[in-house]
Antibody, heavy 124, light 111 residues
Framework: EVMLVESGGRVVRPGGSLRLSCAASGFKFKDFGMSWARQVPGKGLEWVSGINWNGMTTGYADSLKGRCIISRDNAKNSLYLEMNNLRIDDTGVYFC??????????????????WGKGTAVSVS | EIVLTQSPGTLSLSPGETATLSCRASQRINSQSLAWYQHKLGQAPRLLIHGASSRATGIPDRFGGSGSGTDFTLTISRLEPEDFAVYYCQQYGDSPWAGGPFGPGTKVEVK
């Protein structure tokens, strides 16, 4: 069974920093891309960041670009999100997700096929 | 930048009824990049549909996805008590690190 367990969320002051972790089990972690998404209070889901299988390629949402770094340690089956210069509107629940790719019609398509329950970040 | 719009914002239905949820993209998208998720407060979001119409593993056949171009639909037949939740569509990018926008969500609530 795929399991993703996030940790590291806490109360932090505006301008502060935080490192979130995601422990993965139940699948070959090193074979899959991973993502972080968040849910801001009263709003919907927002994709935050993604990383390929070996950590060499990353992507970020504009809202967090330049303020966060996604990384992974395949030896530890772990995903990380380091966030800096946090703002009040970064408050929310942060989820990690496994990325699945399908090869259809001569192209790859991707989706988030397993998620964790999230870790709560409060910036105040 | 692609923007996804979902309607209605809230759907009030009774168990046993059918829910029809709409997701519209601001420009034409590859239907293979469109997914639907179910989310209940305090729980992990759950993948329902990928590639616009393919049910994820373990998803009951009362959940169906359709559409192409800019207009996509999630249909939930014979609503069960556990189906009352918020549903999001998402257009994922063409690489694992690319991500993509979610729609604002449709809440399916008990009438």
């Amino acid at each position: 069974e795929v399991m993703l367990v996030e940790s590291g969320g806490r109360v932090v002051r505006p301008g502060g920093s935080l490192r979130l972790s995601c422990a993965a089990s139940g699948f070959k972690f090193k074979d899959f891309g991973m993502s972080w998404a968040r849910q801001v209070p009263g709003k919907g889901l927002e994709w935050v960041s993604g990383i390929n299988w070996n950590g060499m390629t990353t992507g970020y949402a504009d809202s967090l670009k330049g303020r966060c770094i996604i990384s992974r340690d395949n030896a530890k089956n772990s995903l990380y999100l380091e966030m800096n210069n946090l703002r009040i509107d970064d408050t929310g629940v942060y989820f990690c997700a496994k990325i699945k790719g399908d090869y259809v019609d001569s192209a790859f398509s991707y989706y988030m096929d397993a998620w964790g329950k999230g870790t709560a970040v409060s910036v105040s | 930048e692609i923007v996804l719009t979902q309607s209605p914002g809230t759907l009030s239905l009774s168990p046993g009824e059918t829910a029809t949820l709409s997701c519209r993209a601001s420009q034409r998208i590859n239907s293979q990049s469109l997914a639907w998720y179910q989310h209940k407060l305090g729980q992990a979001p759950r993948l329902l549909i990928h590639g616009a119409s393919s049910r994820a593993t373990g998803i009951p056949d009362r959940f169906g996805g359709s559409g192409s171009g800019t207009d996509f639909t999630l249909t939930i037949s014979r609503l069960e008590p556990e189906d009352f939740a918020v549903y999001y569509c998402q257009q994922y990018g063409d690489s694992p690190w690319a991500g993509g926008p979610f729609g604002p969500g449709t809440k399916v609530e008990v009438k």
